[in-house]
């Protein structure tokens, strides 16, 4: 005799009957590494090249629970969970050139620095990650040297700050990406073109990604930009199908 489905049964019997109704999406991630690792600094303070990348992924992974679609079991919603595509991570190799200060008039080897050894392991982590894909671009180094700080202009400018009294800290060493953006907006119109996904979302503070952004939905995909809670531009919101973050559900899951 053929007994009744238990609780845990019928649930997993019902998010199979979603499944097979179509209703679940495939998800492609993207990401923009330098500005993930900034946010990700500032809201959850300094972390281990490992501890930073299982944290990634795990948050990359709240957007797959679709929260408009669920059913109810008794007093318990079943939420659906869409399908993950990929996790494109889209960031630079982490300098390795020896540059000149013009204030301490030494050479400093990046290659020999915390950050260097940071990076690499980070970014190896993530290499070994399954169904995570790099997208690497390169500093531009006929752009790169040292700079003033905008505060730091401001406090010579009103005299406040003589040129014998600056420090190290009052120079920023100007590092311009290449290749990223670049590489960002190919895979969007990929990803569209070749109908390869539902929905992609992008997780970046940037707002030169409109006319990718409306190439997708005009070949139908689902567009969604995480800012991470950072205010982006009103011409970006526009041309997108939703504005999501979820940093306060992360951050209140990680204090658990």
Not at 27 to 34: K, M, N
Not at 106 to 121: G, L, R
Not at 180 to 193: F, H
Request: proline share 3%; charged share 30%.
């Amino acid at each position: 005799m053929n007994r009744p489905p238990g609780i845990g049964e019928a649930s997993r019997l019902r998010s199979l009957f979603l499944f097979k109704e179509g209703l679940m999406k495939k998800v492609a991630i993207l990401v923009d590494g330098g500005f993930y690792r900034k946010i990700a600094k500032h809201l959850w303070g300094d972390k281990s090249p490992e501890q930073r990348c299982e944290e990634l992924i795990k948050y990359c992974r709240f957007h797959l629970k679709e929260r408009d679609n669920f059913i109810t079991d008794g007093d318990k919603r079943i939420y659906q969970y869409n399908e993950l595509y990929r996790i494109f991570y889209y960031d630079c190799e982490p300098l390795k050139k020896t540059v000149y200060n013009p204030l301490t008039q030494k050479n400093f080897d990046f290659a020999k620095s915390p950050t260097y050894v940071w990076m690499n392991t980070f970014l190896d982590n993530l290499k070994q990650r399954r169904k995570v894909a790099l997208r690497m671009g390169f500093f531009a180094d006929e752009e790169m040297n040292y700079i003033f700080s905008s505060d730091t202009v401001k406090k010579i400018c009103k005299g406040s700050l003589k040129i014998e009294d600056l420090s190290e800290s009052d120079l920023v060493l100007n590092m311009r990406q290449k290749g990223v953006d670049m590489k960002i907006g190919i895979d969007i119109a990929s990803l569209a073109y070749k109908k390869l996904v539902d929905q992609i979302v992008l997780i970046s503070g940037d707002s030169d990604f409109v006319p990718a952004a409306k190439l997708a939905r005009v070949e139908g995909i689902d567009f969604i930009v995480d800012s991470m809670g950072m205010k982006i531009n009103d011409n970006l919101i526009e041309h997108i199908d939703g504005l999501r973050s979820y940093c306060k559900r992360f951050e209140s899951q990680l204090e658990e």
